[in-house]
């Protein structure tokens, strides 16, 4: 069973990835790092704030891009660290 939500959980991030990859340059990208999936939270780390709060701006759209791509609303908040 552990095994099975660390691949949903894989799944569910390289999606996310996708999405901001639709919204962001490559030089951005390269910053930042998706570190887990769990519970509808996606936790990004991020250099400094500057990152944080430009993909914040754009919240609903990523979100919204990543959950049509898995056909259900499974991600609900973007976390920093």
């Not at 799944?11 to 490559?26: G, P, R, Y």
């Not at 049509?68 to 991600?75: H, K, N, P, T």
């Amino acid at each position: 069973m552990c095994l099975k939500k660390a691949a949903g959980a894989a799944f569910v991030c390289n999606i996310f990835k996708k999405a901001l990859q639709e919204l962001f340059e490559k030089d951005f990208l390269r910053e930042i790092t998706i570190t887990s999936f769990s519970k509808g939270v996606i936790i990004v780390k991020t250099p400094n704030s500057f990152y944080a709060q430009e993909i914040k701006l754009k919240e609903k759209e990523i979100l919204g891009k990543a959950n049509q791509r898995l056909e259900q609303d499974l991600i609900k908040n973007i976390r920093f660290r």
